[in-house]
Structures are given as C-alpha cells and as structure tokens.
C-alpha cells in the first residue's frame, strides 16, 4: 500500500491495517519530512486521543490530513503508533 500527495508517495508499506474503513500505515513506512506536527487533536471514546499532522509536499499543503493514536485502549491495539491519512490524500493497494 501507498499513501500519495502531490505525485509524491508520502508512506509506503505492505505492513498497514485496515480499521474502521481507514488505511493505517506503521510509522517506519512514513516519509517523516513530509510530516509536520499539527496543534489539533481529537478524543473518540472508543480508541483514544488522536494527534494530527500537516502534509507538505513540494510546497503543497494539506493541514490536518494525517492522525496517529500514540495510546489507544484495548480495543484499537492493532493501530497504535499508526497513521491514516483524509483530505485529499490519495491511498493506493499499488506497490
């Protein structure tokens, strides 16, 4: 699986998970440079406290396309320290 912006393959991996209809990518399957931290987070009650990145590419941006729970609880174990992507971020089953 690949996760694609701008032309650019941001994450690639064929360890990822499928959770809840998203793609998670493990964290050394991410390009990191393309990754800056973002200040927004969000609570589910069912997984945890999900912290966002911003996606930049060749000068392209995408705030908040990216989330990654650090810590989730019991029944999210499978994607903890993963990461899925949204707007406008493409995923891809190529390799």
Known sequence: MKAVFNNQIIAQ?????SFEGNTYFPRSGIVEKYFKPSKRSSVCDEK???QYYNIEVHGEFRDDAAWCYPEVSEYAKAIEG???FWKGIRISHDL
């Open 48 to 50: 945890g406290v999900a």
């Open 13 to 17: 991996s064929d360890k990822t998970v």
């Open 82 to 84: 993963y990461v899925a």
